[in-house]
């Protein structure tokens, strides 16, 4: 029962160029969060997707960040003309299909996004 | 109203002892405590939640106590072993499935042999 999968876990790239970063939630999972995490901070949430769907993006940046769940496929984080203060991790957790109530986030082992 | 504040941020305790990590938050809507343990390089794991309707959840070595009243809750690492040695985060989120998990600073354990 494979967990959270991120991918690549370490992520070089210079000023200017776009970061992608994939995340395939656990198996029976349709909740995916995207949260970063820079050093010595604790993790800050940036949006919440379903399949297809962005239910919540208000701790994304209103420029260069976007984010999707496609029907197939993983979701994915990109970051367009990356600049030095994006460097940190980016953390993917996943939650099951729930009823009313908040259910367990499970987390990725992150990707390391360094930007020279 | 969305801050939960942690602390301390990093404490050293003697193999055996007992850690404590305290929590506060301000918003009275949240309903939901986890708290995450992290090691160096890797993703946060679950390690125990409480809603608060108990004011107490034991699971193995781990407690977490929660004051509904004073609006904090507590981590108590009981017998702390080496290999407790990580970061431990607290976090808060509204009831309502699919909301976000806000999350504090972060503690830094120590626990030497």
């Known amino acids: 029962n494979a967990g959270v999968m991120q991918n690549p876990r370490h992520l070089v790239r210079r000023r200017g160029q776009e970061a992608r970063l994939r995340c395939s939630p656990m198996?029976?999972?349709?909740?995916v969060y995207w949260y970063r995490q820079l050093p010595e901070e604790g993790l800050k949430f940036m949006v919440y997707l379903q399949k297809e769907n962005i239910i919540d993006e208000s701790g994304m940046p209103k420029e260069r960040f976007s984010a999707e769940f496609p029907k197939e496929g993983p979701s994915i984080l990109r970051i367009q003309q990356v600049v030095r203060g994006d460097s940190a991790a980016y953390f993917c957790a996943s939650s099951r299909t729930s009823g009313r109530y908040q259910e367990t986030q499970y987390f990725g082992p992150g990707t390391r996004l360094l930007v020279l | 109203q969305q801050q939960v504040k942690q602390s301390p941020q990093s404490l050293i305790v003697q193999k055996g002892g007992i850690s404590i990590i305290n929590c506060a938050y301000e918003n009275t809507a949240f309903d939901y405590f986890p708290w995450y343990q992290q090691f160096p390089g890797k993703g946060p794991a679950l390690l125990i939640a409480?809603?608060?309707?108990?004011s107490e959840k034991k699971e193995g070595r781990f407690t977490i106590s929660f004051n509904k009243s004073a609006k904090q809750f507590s981590l108590h690492i009981m017998d702390s072993q080496p290999g407790d040695s990580a970061t431990y985060f607290c976090?808060?989120?509204?009831?309502?499935?699919?909301?976000?998990?806000?999350f504090g600073k972060g503690t830094t354990l120590s626990v030497s042999s």
């Open positions: 976090a808060a989120s509204m009831p309502q499935a699919g909301t976000a998990l806000i």
């Open positions: 409480i809603r608060p309707d108990v």
């Open positions: 198996k029976g999972h349709s909740h």
